[in-house]
């Protein structure tokens, strides 16, 4: 892009360590934010402090290969800018504004500054709504807000991503608005997929993607953020539409900041966290709002270093949030898919007067009852399942068939599992569960509930056999059985006359806790 300026003001380089760039100009000193030019536009570089009258200290947005001392800066006299418009729509850009989509640029496009305020509280809107995802346990257990922003928290590999790209399947779809996804810190080659698979099922007219991943430099990450949120703000406060923004990682924004703060020579917080991290964190979020014009609802996935949710980073950005999913390393281990810890996990939805009583006191319910299971664990590995009383022994029952109903296909990972992902609604999803704690299900083989949509399929999966076929040698039961994972416990098991289900390869560990447990 080209930035327009009356006049020139040009600088020369003083020190460059690193990413920062010192730089002396003689005549009119650049203000903070300023967006600065060296080697002829291929260098940028951000002001972020005023060392004395003449010289600046700024943070290079591109690699400083190539630059030295004495070289000529011009300053843009402005900050950095970010396109908007109709134009944008369906492209793929980098924190310059660049189309990285191998397409001719934009032509038709607005630039705007990145750096904006929140908008102030009389524009706000205070309407509370359901935003359905289509995944069961994330819709009766913590239910989303339109308008709202959802964290993902999780270590590495227990499945934010394929969560999140789940949902940009499920809701880009029936999503009426604009979809902005912005990739901040994360693999290039997630990236490329989403384009390619967003394209493939054809919601991409309507989606604008954004990247500042892990190869770029600090001040690119730390940027990009508030370059997608430009655009979502054009969209929702000129265009009047609702967006639905989508961040990957949000971690990755606040680690970028704490190499930014490091480079600059600011001394460090608790864990080596850059002590302006709260600030840095709400002046993105708090641009995340509902106003009188439109809404904005935010999905965020938040990487959680080493498991550790007291970290100075997921604490600050718990506070943001209208929503928070978190992932389990124990569940992901057990094959219970999408990985989310019910009992850790809320919403600020979750209250009778917005979701309704009877979806409240099954939440509640349900939670109840998981809390229950979990509380009997230590129990039943020291002294099994049968020393507990008939009452316990049914708990135990009911949350297990609730822990695999709420298990789930997804679509994001058809080709790798094999199995055709699935949409619920919430009214399916709502009924599944109150079916299981009215024990209607207490006959049927936990496997049966396991990777399933709507509660009635597991009647198709589940077909009690001949009394006669009791009697077959094991490994010819094995053969026959259901193929999903089973953990029958003994004192649990199904009526005589119905085969034990199998444990699936993949999930054997499941099967083997299930075993000692009993």
């Keep these: 892009m080209k930035y327009k300026t009356s006049h020139l003001n040009l600088g020369a380089v003083v020190s460059v360590r690193g990413s920062v760039v010192d730089v002396r100009f003689d005549t009119q000193l650049p203000s903070i934010y300023s967006l600065l030019h060296a080697k002829e536009g291929e260098i940028a570089i951000e002001v972020l402090a005023q060392l004395d009258a003449h010289r600046v200290r700024g943070i290079a947005l591109t690699p400083t290969e190539g630059l030295a001392r004495g070289m000529v800066v011009e300053d843009t006299g402005g900050p950095l ?134 190869n770029e430099p600090p001040g690119a990450r730390f940027r990009v953020g508030h370059a997608a949120l430009t655009m979502a703000e054009y969209f929702r406060d000129d265009e009047h539409r609702d967006v639905l923004l989508l961040i990957d990682n949000i971690f990755r924004f606040i680690q ?132 507990l009383s008939p009452e316990d022994r049914n708990v135990v029952a009911r949350a297990r068939r609730l822990e695999r109903f709420l298990t789930q296909p997804f679509f994001a990972t058809e080709q790798f599992s094999g199995i055709k992902g699935t949409l619920v609604s919430l009214k399916d999803a709502l009924d599944g569960c109150e079916r299981i704690l009215r024990d209607e299900f207490k006959d049927t083989p936990e496997s049966a509930l396991y990777m399933i949509g709507a509660i009635d399929e597991a009647k198709g999966k589940y077909k009690p056999s001949q009394p006669t076929t009791s009697a077959e040698p094991e490994s010819k039961t094995e053969a026959t059985a259901d193929p999903k994972p089973a953990v029958e416990s003994s004192a649990k098991a199904t009526p005589e006359g119905h085969p034990k289900p199998v444990a699936k390869p993949q999930t054997e560990a499941e099967h083997a806790t299930s075993t000692h447990e009993s």
């Design 81 to 214: 800018q970010a396109p908007v418009g109709k134009e944008v729509l369906s492209r793929m850009f980098d924190v310059f504004g660049n189309a990285i989509d191998r397409q001719p640029p934009p032509t038709n496009v607005q630039w705007r500054a990145v750096h904006c305020a929140p908008p102030s509280l009389a524009r706000r809107s205070t309407k509370s709504e359901l935003f359905e995802t289509g995944i069961k346990v994330i819709d009766v257990l913590m239910p989303l807000e339109r308008g709202g922003k959802a964290g993902l928290f999780g270590g590495a590999g227990v499945g934010k991503t394929v969560l999140l790209t789940e949902m940009i399947h499920n809701m880009v779809g029936q999503h009426e608005g604009v979809s902005i996804f912005c990739g901040i810190g994360e693999r290039c080659r997630e990236g490329e997929e989403l384009y390619r698979d967003m394209n493939a099922a054809g919601v991409l007219r309507n989606m604008v993607m954004v990247f500042g991943q892990m």
């Design 256 to 387: 970028a900041g704490m190499e930014v703060s490091g480079l600059m020579g600011q001394m460090p917080s608790r864990l080596g966290y850059q002590p302006t991290m709260g600030t840095e964190l709400s002046q993105l979020e708090e641009r995340i709002a509902n106003t009188d014009t439109g809404a904005i609802t935010s999905i965020q996935a938040v990487y959680v270093p080493a498991d550790d949710f007291t970290d100075p980073a997921a604490v600050h950005t718990f506070s943001h949030l209208s929503a928070s999913i978190v992932l389990s390393r124990k569940r992901a281990s057990e094959g219970l898919y999408p990985a989310i810890d019910p009992l850790q996990s809320s919403s600020t939805m979750a209250t009778p007067g917005i979701i309704g009583e009877r979806h409240y006191a099954l939440a509640q319910d349900i939670r109840r009852t998981l809390a229950q299971y979990a509380e009997l664990k230590d129990i039943i590995a020291m002294l099994g399942l049968e020393q």
